[in-house]
């Protein structure tokens, strides 16, 4: 399969970097700059090498560098940003550091012609974001691009296939970004562009039917999106040698346990185990107010449910995971050396024995897994539902958690989200909590006095930082008025104005 390594210096735009080049059909893998060796990224057989950018002056001692045999190895290079001051420095150029040439944001940019600027306009806006910049290119190189400020904001060496943006092509701020990319990849490394989600499918169901045949695999299912490919993409391999057990804990949203055990035993004749074990849950979590105990509770209790329920089973041989790409991108700069397995709620089972792990999504972005979620027809609700955390409705009660409170809150965040869809009005994620505080009310000709339940909506691109939605009156008004009119013992309805930072999205 052909490949792009996206060579990693601490860049904050690494994983989008790595999803424009598989959006074109080119599968694109992130390895950190001090991992990999120029012989390994050769034997690899990369098509191309994307350096990307970085906190860093390349002057600083402590700033990340690479071998400079990687420019003499015939493998066609873009540099980012960092990544083309670490090329021209590399090569003998010059790097400087001048604060009135610093830029950030659109900028207007003037290109010269190139194979990378091939079919862009001579002018458009690009994305900076620097204060380095290449002062003079290194022999062999032209400057293919300038802005007002910047004398070299591209260069390349043609004959060696080295080319270098001071700008971010990756962003959708910069108007001709996406030509530039499929320029590399396509007229200069000469990719193909054959990574299909299609084929991801096709090749994946036959490898597992062959590697997997007559073992047992067992799969948490949680009714999430990476969870729910898996299992769907497994059955399809392997069927009935698949099993997937489902720990309800009772804190799901309304109906939720129901439609993930409807669309998966049903529909999809997955040989599936819904455990029911809110009671379990609940007498853990008796008298527990403290967030971070809450999910510890929770954490564990899913694990211990899950152990014994596969004990029931018998001998498993595989435990499947839902693990998805970015879970397991190690950082360039940080000292994580080892690849973490990532398990949603807290670890991995300690009392069943198993020989091997399988994680068929481990390549996959969240993007892809939903191309491949809607490849295998899962119900969109299902393969574009919001985020939902592990320990579910627990971190949006206050408080202790108790039956009747699951109630309240699963109706109150049933209207609210029910409103928001009916409205078409768009946010990220968008639910409610269950608030402490009681306050007074009145209701026909009758003092109340019942608790508050906040709303929650929120903007953002990967849930790191995050907008406050700003919805429109008229939806809090409907949403407001229906929960203090149908839900009974709720007196006040407020909207959470806040950002993160400095809250979370979760109130616990
Ligand atoms: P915070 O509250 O940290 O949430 O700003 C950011 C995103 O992560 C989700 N979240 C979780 N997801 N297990 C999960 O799988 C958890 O324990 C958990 N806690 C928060 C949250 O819903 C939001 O999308």
Wanted: overall charge negative.
């Amino acid at each position: 399969m052909e490949k792009i390594l996206v060579l990693d210096f601490g860049g904050q735009y690494n994983q989008l970097i790595a999803r424009r080049v598989r959006e074109n059909g080119v599968y694109a893998e992130i390895k950190p700059y001090n991992k990999i060796s120029v012989s390994q990224i050769e034997a690899e057989g990369y098509k191309g090498v994307i350096f990307t950018g970085g906190p860093n002056s390349v002057y600083d001692e402590s700033s990340p560098h690479f071998d400079k045999e990687i420019l003499n190895c015939s493998i066609p290079i873009l540099g980012i940003c960092y990544g083309a001051q670490l090329m021209a420095y590399m090569a003998g150029g010059e790097i400087a550091s001048a604060n009135d040439i610093s830029e950030y944001g659109k900028t207007k940019i003037y290109y010269e012609k190139s194979k990378l600027t091939s079919n862009i306009p001579g002018t458009s806006i690009c994305f900076m974001s620097h204060t380095d910049y290449i002062k003079s290119v290194p022999h062999g190189f032209k400057v293919i691009a300038k802005t007002d400020n910047c004398p070299t904001a591209a260069m390349c060496n043609e004959e060696k296939s080295l080319y270098a943006v001071q700008f971010h092509p990756e962003v959708t701020h910069t108007e001709y970004g996406k030509e530039i990319l499929k320029n590399f990849l396509f007229e200069i490394c000469r990719c193909s562009g054959d990574w299909k989600m299609d084929e991801f499918i096709e090749k994946a169901v036959a490898e597992y039917k062959q590697t997997l045949k007559g073992k047992r695999v067992l799969l948490a299912l949680s009714g999430g999106v990476d969870s729910s490919v898996c299992a769907v993409l497994l059955n399809k391999a392997i069927g009935e040698n698949l099993t997937c057990i489902f720990v309800d804990h009772g804190l799901l949203r309304k109906d939720e346990g129901d439609f993930v055990e409807k669309t998966f035993g049903k529909q999809f004749g997955l040989n599936l185990i819904r455990v029911n074990a809110q009671e379990r849950f609940l007498s853990k979590l008796k008298g527990v107010t403290e967030p971070e105990q809450k999910r510890k509770i929770i954490g564990e209790e899913f694990i211990r449910t899950f152990e014994d329920e596969a004990k029931k089973i018998g001998k498993i041989d595989v435990l499947a995971q839902g693990t998805i790409y970015p879970d397991i991108i190690e950082s360039g700069l940080g000292d994580s050396a080892t690849i973490k397995s990532h398990h949603n709620v807290g670890g991995l089972p300690d009392v069943i024995s198993f020989e091997q792990i399988v994680e068929p999504l481990r390549y996959l972005f969240k993007d892809e897994v939903r191309i491949v979620g809607e490849k295998l027809n899962i119900p969109k609700e299902l393969v574009w539902r919001q985020p939902f955390p592990g320990p579910g409705l627990a971190v949006r009660i206050i408080g202790e958690i108790t039956k009747d409170k699951l109630e309240t809150l699963r109706e109150a965040d049933s209207i609210f989200r029910e409103e928001l869809k009916k409205a078409d009005e768009s946010a990220n994620q968008y639910f409610a909590v269950l608030t402490d505080t009681r306050s007074v009310g009145v209701m026909g000709d009758a003092r109340t006095y019942g608790v508050t339940v906040a709303l929650r909506a929120v903007t953002t691109d990967d849930f790191m930082t995050a907008q406050w939605s700003r919805l429109s009156f008229e939806v809090l008004e409907k949403a407001s008025s229906r929960i203090t009119n149908e839900v009974s013992g709720v007196s006040r309805v407020v909207y959470d104005i806040t950002s993160k930072p400095p809250a979370t999205v979760e109130w616990e």
